[in-house]
């Protein structure tokens, strides 16, 4: 397992978490990194991504202004700090990667485990 998803926790609505994302085996700086997420009962969707080269970046309607991806490639990991939670947004965190630079979701083809995000009302 390369990518690992970390942070993820029972939270209030209105409250802020950070999600963090670590590669264990590769070269942090040759990756775009996204995250998504998944609900119950709905299917994955991507909510932010940052390219390779940093100069792309895409949220999804539903988090900005609120989600912000952020990259340290000198530790290896990348973030995605929430705030201004919502129960809408109680769903299984996944970070994702790929070496082409780019925010396209399919073509993320590097995947970690999950971490649960729980927003109660």
């Known amino acids: 397992v390369q990518l690992q998803a970390f942070g993820g926790g029972l939270v209030q609505a209105g409250d802020s978490l950070r999600l963090s994302c670590v590669d264990s085996?590769?070269?942090?700086?040759?990756?775009?990194l996204a995250w998504f997420r998944q609900a119950p009962g709905k299917e994955r969707e991507m909510v932010a991504a940052i390219s390779r080269s940093g100069g792309g970046t895409y949220y999804a309607d539903s988090v900005k202004g609120r989600f912000t991806i952020s990259r340290e490639n000198a530790e290896n990991t990348g973030y995605l700090q929430m705030n201004s939670l919502k129960p809408e947004d109680t769903a299984v965190y996944y970070c994702?990667?790929?070496?082409?630079?780019?925010?396209?979701?399919?073509?993320?083809?590097?995947w970690g485990q999950g971490t649960l995000v729980t927003v109660s009302s």
């Open positions: 994702a990667a790929t070496y082409r630079d780019t925010v396209t979701p399919a073509a993320y083809d590097s």
């Open positions: 085996g590769r070269t942090f700086g040759d990756l775009s």
